[in-house]
């Protein structure tokens, strides 16, 4: 099964992202410290629902929004888990000019 803490984590750093705001100020919206907000964001806190809707709160979002991530992760490529858990992992690390960068490639190589 695809890792859920990894695909939460993302989904709340791009809202974060998209909303302009920092880890530390989406910590002070929460209740949480910043360090809690970069380790839900890499996957590795194992956060409570009553957690998540502290976040959801703090992004301004309904909680169902940190869960609609693409289907096409979470259910047709199972055998493709280990790869694009990998790559997830390691696009998470980048800053946006680099995964700009990273896109360019991608679309050069596979397209």
């Given amino acids: 099964m695809i890792n859920i803490l990894t695909l939460v984590g993302a989904k709340v750093r791009d809202i974060r992202k998209q909303k302009g705001l920092s ?3 989406l910590g002070e ?4 410290q910043f360090s809690y907000i970069g380790s839900l964001e890499r996957g590795e806190a194992n956060i409570s629902l009553k957690n998540l809707d502290k976040i959801a709160d703090g992004l ?3 909680i169902h929004e940190l869960f609609s ?9 199972i ?3 280990p790869y694009l858990i990998e790559i997830i992992e ?3 690390k980048l800053e ?3 995964l700009k960068k990273v896109n360019v490639i991608l679309n050069e190589i596979f397209n």
């Fill in 69 to 77: 991530f693409s289907t096409e992760l979470t259910h047709s490529n």
């Fill in 79 to 81: 055998n493709k888990e």
């Fill in 60 to 62: 301004e979002v309904n």
């Fill in 96 to 98: 946006v000019p680099d």
């Fill in 23 to 25: 880890q530390e100020q």
């Fill in 90 to 92: 390691l696009l998470l």
């Fill in 29 to 32: 919206r929460s209740g949480f």
